[in-house]
C-alpha cells in the first residue's frame, strides 16, 4: 500500500530540482478547499491536489494548440493543394505557344457554354468564305482595336494576348507596327468574305 505524500521524501529535492510554489490564484483554490472540508487551513493534499490540477490544465492547453495547429496546417494544405490544383487545370487549359488547347477549349464550354472552335491557320487561297470571316474578325478585334492591351511584359517576353496570333498562324507581334499589320490583313479578309457573299 502506497504511504501517505507526507511520509515520502520531495521527489524534487531527490532530483535535485527546485520546489515549485503555487501561484496566488492556486493558494485561493487551495484554501476554499480546505474551508469545504472544515479545515482553517490547507494542508499538503489541498496543496498537492491544486498542483495536480495546475499540471493537468496546462497539459490540455497544450494539447488544444497542438491540435489548432494540426487544424491550421491542413488547412493550409488543403488550401495549397487546391490551388496547385487549380494552375495544374489552368496550365492544361492554355497553349504555351497561345490560345488554348483542345482541354481549354472544351472548360471554357462548361463555363461559358460557347463552344469555341481552333484558330484558322490556312493560307488565304485555301480558305472558305467562313473561315475568311472568322480569322479577319478575330484579327481586327484582337489588334484592330484603337488602345492595344501590353504585347511584351516587364522581361520583353510576349504577353498572352500577343501570343494569341500563333493559335491563328501570324508570327507574334511585339510592336504596334506589327499588330496593325495583322489587323490590315484582317480587314483584307473580310472584304474578301463580303465579296463571295455578294457574289451568291
Not at 112 to 128: A, C, D, I, N, W
Not at 173 to 192: D, H, Q, W
Amino acid at each position: 500500500m502506497a504511504r501517505a505524500p507526507w511520509k515520502r521524501p520531495n521527489p524534487r529535492k531527490r532530483a535535485g530540482k527546485a520546489s515549485k510554489h503555487l501561484t496566488p490564484a492556486q493558494k485561493s483554490a487551495a484554501k476554499a478547499r480546505a474551508r469545504r472540508a472544515g479545515r482553517r487551513y490547507p494542508n499538503l493534499v489541498d496543496n498537492m491536489r491544486m498542483a495536480s490540477k495546475a499540471k493537468k490544465t496546462s497539459k490540455t492547453k497544450k494539447s488544444a494548440k497542438k491540435k489548432s495547429a494540426t487544424r491550421a496546417r491542413k488547412r493550409t494544405a488543403k488550401k495549397t493543394a487546391k490551388t496547385a490544383r487549380k494552375r495544374s487545370a489552368s496550365a492544361r487549359e492554355k497553349d504555351p505557344r497561345g490560345g488554348l488547347t483542345a482541354a481549354g477549349r472544351k472548360a471554357f464550354a462548361r463555363k461559358q457554354g460557347t463552344h469555341l472552335r481552333p484558330g484558322v491557320t490556312k493560307k488565304e487561297s485555301e480558305m472558305t468564305p467562313q473561315e475568311m470571316r472568322r480569322k479577319g474578325s478575330w484579327a481586327v478585334r484582337f489588334y484592330g482595336r484603337a488602345k492595344l492591351p501590353p504585347l511584351v511584359d516587364a522581361q520583353g517576353q510576349p504577353t498572352r494576348h500577343a501570343l494569341s496570333a500563333h493559335a491563328w498562324g501570324e508570327p507574334v507581334p511585339k510592336t504596334v507596327a506589327a499588330a496593325r499589320r495583322i489587323a490590315a490583313k484582317g480587314e483584307r479578309l473580310l472584304a474578301r468574305y463580303h465579296r463571295a457573299k455578294a457574289k451568291r
